[in-house]
Nanobody, 127 residues
C-alpha cells in the first residue's frame, strides 16, 4: 500500500520559515517524480514546485522562486520543501504527490500526471 505522509506544517509569522517533509512508503521512491501542490481557501489546488526523479530538473511557481526549495533524499524515501520568507498568501494546505516516471528525466506539472497523493498539511502564515 502506497503512502505519502506530509509533516512540518504549522503557524508561522510572515518572514519566517518552515520545512515540509513527505515520507513515502510502498513504492520505489527513486523512480518517482515528486511535486508539492497547495490549495488555499476558496481556490483550486495548484502546483508549487516539482522535481524529477533524480532532482536534476525542477519547477518553481513564479511566486515562490527564490523563497522555496524542493529537495529529495532517495535513500530516505523523502522529499522536502524548504519555505523561506513566507508570506500570508502562502497560507494553504500543502500536498505532496508522486508520479511514476519510468526514469524520464522530467518533472510533471499536471495533477492528472500524479499517481499518489498525501493527505495534506496546513501552513498558515500570519501577517
Amino acid at each position: 500500500q502506497v503512502q505519502l505522509v506530509e509533516s512540518g506544517g504549522g503557524l508561522v509569522q510572515a518572514g519566517g520559515s518552515l520545512r515540509l517533509s513527505c515520507a513515502a512508503s510502498g513504492l520505489t521512491f527513486s523512480i518517482y517524480a515528486m511535486g508539492w501542490f497547495r490549495q488555499a481557501p476558496g481556490k483550486e489546488r495548484d502546483l508549487v514546485v516539482a522535481s524529477s526523479w533524480s532532482g536534476g530538473s525542477t519547477y518553481y511557481k513564479d511566486s515562490v522562486k527564490g523563497r522555496f526549495t524542493i529537495s529529495r533524499d532517495n535513500a530516505k524515501n523523502t522529499v522536502y520543501l524548504q519555505m523561506n520568507s513566507l508570506k500570508p498568501e502562502d497560507t494553504a494546505v500543502y500536498y505532496c504527490a508522486a508520479a511514476r516516471t519510468l526514469l524520464s528525466a522530467r518533472y510533471y506539472t499536471l495533477e492528472s500526471e500524479y499517481d499518489y497523493w498525501g493527505q495534506g498539511t496546513q501552513v498558515t502564515v500570519s501577517s
